[in-house]
């Protein structure tokens, strides 16, 4: 039997590997190994080395409203801080992670309210610029001079808030599926201002109340049926690993806070927007999903994408054939490109 193929199938698959602990378990109790004991060869280093990337190590990151958790993979090399969409959480990177180079560690958070990490306190409105400063709260934590950055969505609208801001400590910003945060017209604002204060003072009411509670089978199709097409049913089994939990009666309930279903109380105008993209000095990668979600108009698409090439050190805009999680769903797609990117520019 090739132990060494059977064995880092048995670790990278969640699923054989329980029965494979479950069916050893019965066999120790029924006495089927009583005889001999079987010996199984060590694995070779490639193995070894496969097998520690693809095993992160959990973290927990201390702030004042509890913690931000997260994982990561390599501990100990440059570092990558990996950042995740709109109710998502840090297993958005699971299929990237092990197959960075050796010498590239990446951290993967749970932003606030979702995953593992704590809820924003009770009465504070969710807001996405917040996430600027949870992002400096995590290099303070490790003390990073510099960093770079790998955001998808959301958390790729956040790495470009976060380098605009400090471009003295973003080497290279990579964003999947996403080319801006969505802007609003000033004209407009008053209206959505009072439309996310009731969102909140709706949402508080049923803060505390009981989650409501599935079984697995329901929870993976209403996860599939809230993200579209966009996830595969393996896809949405990984973010439900930090997105939901079991409870005592073996029913799921997700753990997001409620309060990320809510508006921001304020946006920027794409005028601000594009004073923040003219700060960029990094090198970038921003890589489009074919079937990924388009926001607003392509005329203000085009318009931040050439400020970003005159901005950033470097500028690379690649399509691929995907949905709006193709780098969770087919990570082979676009590791080669983030590999090229981190070894290629700005050496």
Same mark, same amino acid.
């Given at each position: 039997?090739?132990?060494?193929?059977? %064995?880092?199938?048995?670790?990278?698959?969640?699923?054989k590997?329980?029965?494979?602990? /479950?069916?050893?378990?019965?066999?120790?109790?029924?006495?089927? %190994?009583?005889?001999?004991?079987l010996?199984?060869?060590?694995?070779?280093?490639?193995?070894?080395?496969?097998s520690?990337?693809?095993?992160?190590?959990? =973290?927990?990151?201390?702030?004042?409203?509890?913690?931000?958790?997260?994982? =990561?993979?390599?501990e100990?090399?440059?570092?990558?801080?990996?950042?995740?969409?709109?109710?998502?959480?840090?297993?958005?990177?699971?299929?990237? &992670?092990?197959?960075?180079?050796?010498?590239?560690?990446?951290?993967?958070?749970?932003?606030?309210g979702? &995953?593992?990490?704590?809820?924003?306190?009770?009465?504070?409105p969710?807001?996405f610029?917040?996430l600027?400063v949870?992002?400096?709260?995590?290099?303070?934590?490790?003390?990073?001079?510099e960093?770079?950055?790998?955001?998808?969505s959301?958390?790729?609208?956040?790495?470009?808030?976060?380098?605009?801001?400090?471009?003295?400590k973003?080497k /290279? %910003?990579?964003?999947?599926?996403?080319?801006?945060?969505?802007?609003?017209m000033?004209?407009n604002?008053?209206?959505?201002?009072?439309?996310?204060?009731?969102?909140?003072?709706? =949402?508080?009411?049923?803060?505390?109340?009981?989650?409501?509670?599935?079984?697995y089978?329901?929870?993976?199709?209403?996860?599939?049926?809230?993200?579209?097409?966009s996830?595969?049913?393996?896809s949405?089994?990984?973010?439900? /690993?930090?997105?939901?939990?079991?409870l005592?009666?073996?029913?799921?309930s997700?753990?997001?806070?409620?309060?990320?279903k809510?508006?921001?109380i304020?946006?920027?105008?794409?005028?601000?927007?594009?004073?923040?993209?003219?700060? %960029?000095?990094?090198?970038m990668?921003?890589?489009?999903?074919t079937?990924?979600?388009?926001y607003?108009?392509?005329?203000?698409?085009?318009? =931040?994408?050439?400020?970003y090439?005159?901005?950033?050190?470097?500028?690379?805009?690649?399509?691929?054939?995907?949905?709006?999680?193709?780098?969770?769903?087919?990570?082979?797609?676009?590791?080669?490109?983030?590999?090229?990117?981190?070894?290629?520019?700005?050496?």
């Amino acid at each position: 039997m090739d132990w060494k193929r059977f %064995l880092y199938i048995v670790h990278e698959d969640e699923d054989k590997r329980h029965l494979f602990q /479950k069916v050893m378990l019965r066999r120790i109790l029924n006495g089927f %190994l009583s005889g001999p004991v079987l010996t199984v060869p060590a694995l070779s280093h490639q193995y070894q080395k496969m097998s520690s990337q693809a095993l992160p190590k959990e =973290i927990s990151i201390p702030v004042p409203y509890g913690h931000i958790a997260g994982k =990561i993979w390599n501990e100990g090399g440059y570092p990558i801080l990996g950042l995740h969409g709109w109710m998502d959480n840090a297993g958005t990177w699971d299929g990237i &992670g092990p197959l960075l180079p050796s010498d590239v560690s990446l951290i993967s958070i749970d932003f606030p309210g979702h &995953g593992h990490s704590s809820h924003s306190p009770a009465g504070v409105p969710s807001h996405f610029m917040n996430l600027v400063v949870v992002i400096e709260r995590v290099l303070r934590h490790f003390g990073w001079e510099e960093v770079s950055l790998l955001g998808h969505s959301m958390g790729g609208g956040a790495a470009m808030m976060y380098a605009a801001t400090f471009p003295e400590k973003v080497k /290279k %910003l990579m964003v999947m599926d996403f080319i801006k945060p969505m802007s609003v017209m000033p004209c407009n604002q008053p209206e959505k201002t009072a439309l996310a204060v009731e969102q909140l003072l709706k =949402i508080e009411k049923i803060l505390g109340s009981t989650a409501p509670m599935y079984d697995y089978n329901t929870i993976v199709e209403r996860m599939l049926k809230s993200y579209g097409n966009s996830l595969t049913e393996k896809s949405a089994k990984i973010l439900l /690993k930090r997105g939901s939990k079991q409870l005592s009666d073996g029913l799921h309930s997700f753990t997001y806070d409620p309060k990320l279903k809510g508006s921001s109380i304020i946006s920027l105008t794409f005028e601000q927007q594009k004073a923040f993209a003219e700060r %960029l000095k990094c090198d970038m990668l921003l890589i489009k999903a074919t079937s990924g979600p388009l926001y607003e108009s392509q005329e203000l698409y085009d318009e =931040i994408i050439e400020i970003y090439g005159k901005s950033t050190r470097s500028f690379q805009y690649i399509t691929v054939e995907g949905t709006h999680h193709v780098h969770l769903n087919q990570p082979e797609k676009v590791v080669p490109l983030i590999k090229d990117f981190i070894q290629n520019t700005g050496n």
